[in-house]
């Protein structure tokens, strides 16, 4: 529901933008966009998530103070999108909302873990300037890290994957039920924020999402109903949180004002190095993912052990931003002129990834019989396609192994041959680490301009699939859904890039699709007689 509502609310609010000439994103020498984009998609992800949030969600104290705090955040976020205010009116409208949710919802910061004498609280007159001072502080951080298409929003998902993970499993589905909320917005905004970007987010939405995440955060780590790690929030939301630390003490140190923008957050460290948009994206995506996960991981341990990662990987990165500075390192870029890196990877990929396909058919011990009978329709429908017109077929083919691939992985999943063990095992799921290594290095390489393209989007996609996959795994024994789906994506990603890229020119992938379906189908004769 939210995802609809946000993507039908976008063109009608990107048309007032550009007809009134409000609310419009100007480039300017910090900025990486080109023309005016219109900011007011954070107003259409506010709605989305506030309407099913009032359908759905059993209304209490505390949810009732996130939902006004939120109100408060979008009022003065989209006031300073119009009038571009400056930073007062963003404090302001934060530390009201902070207020009400402190005020009104009981969130607080009151135990550090063991970062304290052993059942030591901290007394109201710490603990309330402190969630205060955290909930402005990450709500800022989130801004801040507004600064390439779908960069916010893609680290806002990951957060709020875990959260609703963390809250459905401790019982607080109204909490659940909010993050789905964000999720399903997000997802809507997302696919029209991608790089190149057609709408931003502006304050209005950024706020919201760092207002929402921390607020969400803290209460999940300090209600009394969870031992969730307080410092949860530290490691969830790290990557905003070290850019705007680094960023305003880099500032004060050089006797500037910790507000002044400029062009020194990690995101443009990244392209200092010679990375493009998208692949700045990608990577922060790809480390703000790591320190989620290890939220998850480290959720029920020692606010010591926790600290001692973060800062093991914020001192890790910076000093490998303070050795770039230093040398003056650059990313070397392999020439698209060479015929090597582009002929070998795609090579690899297409005979590695079919033969993959045909090995992978032997690996299941058994299948049930309505395999058969599925697998008999299957090739009786590409018999007759073949007939009409080779796109046609083409199309077929393609949603047959769609439909046909999960039943192949699942069963090699469930019901593994006795010999697919031990060594055998490990060059298995290793194969599909090649796999992938060989697509990314293809499309990096390829000189086709309207084949297949991955983008950070496709990422944000797995890591939300996997993180509800995950969670329904918990309830069926013998089977990995994370190995499960990461086989899946691996299979699904390689058949539209080596598709993409041999077009029209060979029918290579088509039999070795074809002799997957007739290899399987013999296999099951063979066993049913």
């Known amino acids: 529901m939210s995802w609809l509502l946000t993507l039908s609310l976008i063109p009608f609010f990107k048309h007032m933008a550009l007809v009134h000439n409000n609310a419009l994103d100007i480039p300017c020498e910090r900025k990486i966009h080109q023309k005016a984009v219109p900011k ?190 307080p410092l949860f929030p530290l490691i969830l939301l790290g990557i905003p949180i070290l850019d705007t630390l680094t960023v305003m003490i880099g500032r004060m140190i050089r006797g500037e004002s910790p507000f002044k923008a400029d062009r020194s957050h990690l995101h443009h460290k990244l392209m200092n190095l010679g990375l493009h948009h998208l692949e700045v994206v990608f990577v922060l995506y790809v480390l703000q993912a790591v320190l989620v996960s290890m939220a998850f991981l480290l959720r029920f341990h020692s606010e010591r052990v926790i600290l001692i990662f973060y800062l093991a990987f914020s001192f890790t990165l910076l000093g490998f931003f303070y050795w770039v500075q230093k040398t003056g390192w650059t990313l070397t870029r392999i020439g698209k002129e060479c015929l090597l890196p582009i002929r070998l990877p795609f090579l690899c990929l297409t005979y590695g990834f079919c033969m993959l396909l045909i090995f992978s058919c032997i690996v299941p011990r058994s299948f049930p019989n309505y395999v058969l009978f599925g697998l008999f329709v299957i090739i009786s429908i590409l018999f007759l396609a073949e007939k009409i017109r080779d796109d046609v077929f083409s199309l077929v083919l393609r949603i047959c192994f769609y439909i046909a691939l999960p039943f192949v992985m699942f069963f090699i999943e469930v019901n593994s041959a006795s010999w697919m063990g031990g060594a055998f095992k490990v060059i298995y799921n290793g194969a599909f680490g090649l796999i992938t290594l060989f697509m990314i290095l293809t499309l990096k390489n390829t000189r086709r301009k309207r084949g297949f393209k991955i983008k950070p989007f496709d990422f944000i996609i797995l890591f939300v699939s996997l993180g509800f996959l995950n969670y329904f795994s918990a309830g069926m024994k013998g089977l990995n859904l994370i190995t499960l789906s990461v086989h899946i994506f691996v299979c699904l990603f390689a058949y539209e890039v080596v598709s993409g890229e041999l077009r029209n020119g060979s029918r290579f992938l088509i039999r070795s699709t074809l002799a997957m379906f007739f290899l399987l189908f013999i296999r099951i004769m063979g066993m049913s007689f």
């Not at 993970?165 to 917005?185: F, K």
């Open 40 to 229: 007011i998609g954070g107003l259409a992800m506010a709605l989305g998530i506030l309407f099913p949030s009032l359908v759905w969600i059993s209304s209490d104290q505390m949810v009732n103070s996130i939902l006004a705090g939120s109100a408060v955040i979008v009022i003065f976020g989209f006031y300073d999108d119009l009038k571009e205010c400056g930073c007062c009116i963003k404090f302001l409208g934060q530390a009201i909302a902070a207020a009400v949710v402190v005020g009104l919802g009981g969130v607080t910061i009151t135990s550090l873990g063991d970062l304290l004498p052993v059942g030591m609280l901290l007394p109201a007159f710490i603990s309330i300037p402190l969630t205060l001072i955290t909930i402005v502080g990450v709500t800022n951080a989130v801004n801040l890290s507004d600064g390439l298409d779908g960069l916010a929003g893609g680290i806002s998902i990951l957060c709020f994957v875990c959260i609703f993970y963390l809250a459905y499993s401790l019982g607080m589905p109204s909490l659940a039920v909010l993050s789905i909320a964000v999720i399903g917005a997000l997802l809507g905004f997302l696919r029209l924020n991608t790089h190149p970007a057609s709408i931003f987010m502006g304050d209005t939405g950024s706020q919201l999402l760092g207002f929402l995440a921390v607020t969400l955060s803290i209460y999940i780590s300090q209600s009394s109903k969870t031992v969730i790690s």
